[in-house]
């Protein structure tokens, strides 16, 4: 009987052991991951060849938190620009609002398209739609949110034929 309790405080101390070992192990990452700055990279926008840098539903994987929303037609927004983006894994949705809030709006783990800024056009296709970088520099005030109805004016054949885009209808 003694060799059995024995045994099975053995066990426990085995098992408690283990847990604490884990827990330890997790918390140690967290409080790290808290701390340590992530790798930065840079964005290249290429405001030419129909900016395939741009695109927001690309770019989200390289995202911290993969559980970022984009909303408002952020999904098929693709961001042209001249100029690269120095940023970090944990910052990027946050510095490319910041960069082009002409076209973007940030709130914590929202990324939301300007409905209704002048900076922001659709394809001839409908289904995707244009950020000016250049133009977007400056934030035209809330009311360029919109509505989720909006509708977003056509791009014009000059900015299609800037950005590489093809511009037949």
Known sequence: ????????????????????????????????GQFERSSPFKIDFQATRRCSGGELIDLRRHFADQSLKLERG??????????????????????????????????????????????????????SYICDGEAAAIYPGSSALGAETNAIAPCTDQLLTQF?????R
Not at 3 to 28: E, H, M, P, S
Not at 84 to 103: K, S, Y
Not at 164 to 168: A, K, P, R, S
Request: contains cysteine.
């Open 1 to 32: 009987m003694a060799r059995l309790k024995k045994n099975g405080w053995a066990l426990l101390l085995f098992v408690v052991g283990v847990v604490a070992t884990i827990w330890v192990t997790d918390v140690y990452g967290w409080l790290v």
């Open 74 to 127: 952020a999904d098929r927004l693709i961001i042209c620009d001249p100029d690269a983006l120095q940023t970090n894994v944990a910052d990027a949705p946050r510095d490319i609002a910041n960069a082009f809030p002409g076209c973007l709006n940030y709130r914590t783990g929202v990324l939301q398209m300007l409905r209704s800024s002048d900076t922001v056009c659709a394809l001839p296709s409908g289904d």
């Open 164 to 168: 590489g885009f093809d511009t037949t």
